[in-house]
């Protein structure tokens, strides 16, 4: 483990620079021991070649570490002069690589790279010296290194760094499985500090992991460069590493690039030494950091730069799109001193880089002081983007900053749990951006957001038989691929919500915890039970025993679905049972139910939460809330104040008929989280169970005479929305389609088709009701968004970027193949990220399936389309009619070479589910699971699983639920003309 440092900044003023002479690998045998002082070897100090000092020991040995087929077919054998499955048996009983995991007698303390890169040549060659320390006896060691040549390997030992004595290599072999390159010693290592040099090689690809080339034109030229993205485990493509995040360590980055070039990399450049057609430039060497976190860019992009104290902050894109970043750099520097406040840590580094990656598989990537995004998630144009571009580029920018505390200054200790990161990054970026927008004429109600996007995908993916705990076992992460599928909803959303709870229960407790937890781990890992024994310090969490309380919430699936029955007027009967999303009998999901320590929490009449909170640790209890009432039993409460709490709430059939009462009679009684979070449970209990759907419709009858804001609208958006796929092409679609405009109405009529950039929220709202109201067919909004698109063909202004998505996709959609290609050749001629996004949905949006079938063609074509935006393009085709079967079909046919030519689960998150979602009979779930049957799931396992929960979801909706819908649409529904 590394030692832990003072939280102060790294900077220039108090390090020096690791230098690596050209000519080849050197180890400095006159420098203290660098795996007991953070503090560089300087270059002034005399170099030994390690190569002299043993060459009469070893022979050179080449070896070259690749996963291909015939590797893997080896089972572990993949060796190179010797037997992989023989050897040492000293690490305890056994090869210590003949698993996964990487053995622990060898820990490394920093690492001095240089990498010299060939464009030309699309190559890359390098030298590293890493600094270990042998704790366990052994003969081996073992590194990562995928599709890599390792050559002129060299260990020396010794606690003396002027008489560090050589050690006698026997072999050097790959074990492709598990993609190892091992060291073995012709005897066992001496514990204490020794030092492994070698060189390495790689190939430069287009891909999206490791160290890969990105490309983009400008004035008609096309300008390569090379990035990184090394999370979860692709470091070992660029360099042979300790591949884990637990074995941390600082870095000395040295980079040979061509004159006319910029190289980034975590922390500040510090010499540039100038060679013929290249330059050699130094960095100052990192704190402790995981391999995962390292960052290299070679480019010539160009910077926008602004300091704060002693932060340097800069974004970095093309010339021709750096004016983009000025947004980003504005938030970035605001929100990192607000986190600075929150936590009461400093921020480590002396710089934070944020760059815009033309391709990206990723939305970002935290490296430490040098963040990688897609340029859709960094840069913002006034004139061509929305306000939800402009709302995606602070969130990403906060959430990534966020991870420069949770994630890279303390970091998990293992993938199981990436929860830990992914989780706190997502609530943290809701904070981050609600600091930035909360006074009263700048409320981007994010907490209420919060709620229809982060929370109610956690409770989607959580209510489904196929989910997985937050924190998942060790023994069931292992594989990249395996480490790969927890980079999913539950890792990022349900992890949020979690934290969310917490928080909202004491904030000031929540603070102070996270500020022990940070001091107490830094630059070191931590587990899930190191968070919750820091936060049980706060006085509002002292009576909870924490750790057993949200083990609850961590280490099994799924959430409760609590229903609450009124016995008496201030007592209420609680039971718990785990929901699912899916309406089963009730035996299908098993005979028992688990339960968790859940903190209860609720409101009154007065629309004011009560502050004691009633934690239901039993399957039932009932509670006295007298203490919230003492003057009189109140006409009704709502439990889940502000919907903070990750569970469902249920009530009697009676209760819903007396909150739909308070809804239609007092809407402004109740927050936007609070009026969601009813409308949401209902819909969410009825669909899954035995209460009748008439129950959640009811719960819209209120928006006929109310004009709800824009978070409100979104649950009710997601639920008529899938009742309408499920009605499509039956009896009742015309009615609820009917009742929907119906509800619309006052809304609508209280919106212009003029946004005005400070109204945020408003201009969310305007998109998304004209959206629903343009698919609704409201021939009034089908007229003007035909006319502005056809104005805008013949040479008119473009439409306001708040309201362009909607005129591209209607017309797309109502326009002939001549508008489908003046929509395809402006995706190809826009150099905005956001409007190629925009073209690439409106082109998904016609209804020509010849079109469609050219589109999923042009996928294929990095030319056409990037491979980072291969998966949204296919999903997209899905999502309307009649995209549906067709891109199903393009999934099948290209299934396996768009896993293995994109080499990254990213840019394919989600596609199965996403591709599938409109199927709901048996023939579809047939088509699906023989397809699976015979082809691997790669790293989308979870997401197949889903897939077929959802059509199984689908198809018990369309058995149990469609009548009484029907029913209730013969009395509501009705045509209305607004």
């Not at 620079?17 to 002034?44: F, H, M, N, T």
């Not at 303390?410 to 981050?432: I, K």
């Not at 109610?456 to 990249?480: I, R």
């Not at 609720?602 to 239901?616: A, E, H, K, N, Y």
Request: negative net charge.
């Amino acid at each position: 483990m590394a030692a832990r440092y003072k939280l102060t900044r790294f900077s220039e003023s108090d390090e020096e620079v690791a230098i690596i002479d050209s000519g080849g690998v050197d180890i400095d045998l006159d420098a203290e021991a660098s795996s007991s002082a953070y503090k560089q070897r300087p270059p002034s100090r005399l170099l030994l070649r390690v190569g002299l000092l043993i060459l009469g020991a070893i022979a050179i040995i080449v070896v070259a570490v690749a996963a291909t087929e015939a590797e893997k077919n080896k089972g572990g054998d993949g060796s190179h002069g010797g037997n992989v499955d023989g050897g040492d048996t000293a690490d305890g009983g056994g090869s210590p690589f003949g698993q996964y995991r990487l053995p622990t007698s060898v820990l490394p303390t920093n690492y001095s790279v240089r990498f010299d890169l060939n464009f030309s040549q699309q190559t890359f060659a390098g030298s590293e010296i890493v600094d270990v320390h042998v704790v366990e006896t052994t003969r081996f060691i073992v590194m990562h290194a995928l599709e890599l040549a390792v050559t002129n390997v060299h260990v020396a030992c010794g606690s003396n760094p002027a008489h560090m004595r050589p050690q006698i290599i026997s072999n050097v072999f790959p074990v492709a499985t598990y993609q190892f390159v091992v060291i073995e010693l012709a005897a066992p290592l001496p514990l204490g500090p020794c030092v492994v040099a070698l060189d390495f090689a790689g190939a430069l690809k287009f891909a999206l992991a490791g160290l890969y080339l990105s490309s983009y034109v400008m004035d008609g030229t096309t300008h390569v460069i090379a990035t990184t993205q090394f999370e979860p485990t692709d470091a070992r493509r660029a360099f042979p590493c300790f591949d884990e995040p637990a074995f941390k360590a600082t870095f000395a980055i040295n980079v040979s690039k061509p004159i006319g070039y910029t190289v980034m990399s975590n922390m500040p450049s510090v010499e540039a030494i100038d060679m013929a057609k290249e330059q050699l430039i130094h960095f100052l060497p990192s704190p402790p950091m995981s391999t995962y976190l390292v960052a290299l860019i070679v480019s010539d992009f160009v910077n926008i730069t602004t300091t704060a104290g002693n932060l340097t902050g800069n974004v970095w894109a093309s010339a021709d799109k750096i004016s983009q970043g000025a947004l980003a750099l504005d938030v970035s520097i605001k929100t990192i001193e607000y986190y600075e406040s929150f936590y009461a840590v400093p921020y480590p580094l002396a710089k934070e880089g944020l760059v815009a990656i033309p391709d990206f598989a990723a939305g970002a990537m935290e490296n430490w002081g040098l963040v990688t995004y897609r340029e859709t998630a960094l840069l913002y144009d006034p004139v061509e983007s929305s306000s939800i571009n402009r709302q995606r580029v602070e969130v990403v920018v906060a959430h990534e900053l966020g991870h420069q505390w949770f994630g890279n200054l303390v970091t998990m200790l293992w993938w199981n749990d990436l929860w830990l990161n992914e989780g706190f990054a997502t609530f943290m970026e809701h904070l981050g951006v609600a600091h930035l927008h909360s006074s009263p004429d700048d409320d981007w109600d994010m907490w209420g957001q919060f709620i229809v996007d982060t929370q109610a995908e956690a409770k989607a993916a959580d209510a489904l038989p196929s989910s997985h705990a937050l924190s998942v076992p060790t023994k069931d992460v292992n594989t990249p691929d395996e480490i790969n599928a927890l980079f999913d909803g539950i890792s990022y959303s349900k992890g949020g919500s979690i934290i969310r709870m917490l928080y909202a229960l004491s904030p000031e407790d929540f603070q102070q915890g996270v500020h022990n937890y940070l001091v107490k781990y830094a630059y070191s890992n931590a587990n899930t039970q190191d968070l919750w024994r820091e936060l049980q310090t706060g006085k509002a969490l002292a009576s909870v025993n924490l750790d057993g309380a949200m083990d609850t919430w961590t280490d099994q699936p799924g959430y409760p679905l609590i229903t609450a029955t009124q016995v008496g007027p201030t007592r209420y009967s609680l039971r718990q049972q785990r929901f699912y999303s899916v309406a089963a009998d009730e035996n299908s999901h098993g005979t028992s139910s688990p339960t968790w320590s859940v903190p209860m929490t609720l409101l009154g009449p007065s629309g004011r939460q009560c502050d004691t909170v009633f934690w239901i640790s039993a399957a039932e209890q009932t509670v006295d809330i007298s203490p919230c009432f003492p003057a009189e039993a109140p006409a009704w409460v709502k439990w889940n104040a502000g919907t903070t709490g990750f569970y469902r709430v249920n009530y009697t059939q009676d209760y819903w008929a007396k909150l739909a009462n308070v809804l239609i009679n007092t809407p402004t009684l109740l927050s936007s989280s609070d009026l969601v979070g009813l409308v949401d449970d209902a819909f969410a209990v009825a669909q899954a169970s035995t209460l009748d759907m008439a129950v959640a419709l009811n719960m819209t009858l209120f928006l006929k005479n109310f004009d709800a804001s824009f978070v409100v609208w979104t649950p009710v958006r997601d639920r008529l929305g899938y009742i309408a796929d499920m009605l499509s092409g039956r009896p009742s679609f015309d009615k609820l389609t009917d009742y929907w405009m119906r509800i619309l109405t006052p809304s609508l009529q209280n919106l212009t088709w003029t946004p005005v950039s400070s109204q945020h929220l408003l201009n969310l709202k305007r998109s998304s009701l004209f959206a629903t109201a343009c698919s609704l067919g409201w021939q009034p909004c089908i007229t003007n968004t035909t006319t502005l698109f056809n104005a805008f063909m013949q040479g008119g202004p473009a439409p306001n970027p708040d309201l362009r998505d909607l005129v591209y996709n209607m017309g797309v959609r109502h326009g002939n193949e001549s508008a489908w290609n003046f929509m395809w050749n402006r995706y190809q001629a826009t150099s905005s990220a956001a409007e190629k996004i925009r073209c690439l949905r409106a082109l998904a949006y016609t209804n020509s399936t010849t079109l469609l079938q050219r589109l999923l063609d042009a996928s294929r074509n990095a030319s056409l389309v990037r491979a980072q935006d291969t998966g949204i393009l296919i999903q997209l085709v899905a999502t309307f009619e009649p995209g549906g079967q067709l891109a199903w079909q393009y999934l099948q046919q290209n299934w396996d070479s768009l896993f293995n030519d994109t080499d990254t689960s990213f840019s394919l998150g989600g596609v199965v589910s996403g591709v599938t979602s409109w199927m709901k009979t048996q023939q579809d779930l047939d088509q699906l699971t023989a397809f699976f049957n015979t082809h691997s799931a790669y790293s989308a396992a979870e997401d197949v699983a889903q897939a077929k929960e959802s059509i199984l979801g689908n198809m018990a909706w369309l058995k149990s639920k469609e009548p009484s819908v029907e029913a209730w649409l013969d009395k509501y529904g009705g045509a209305v003309t607004p």
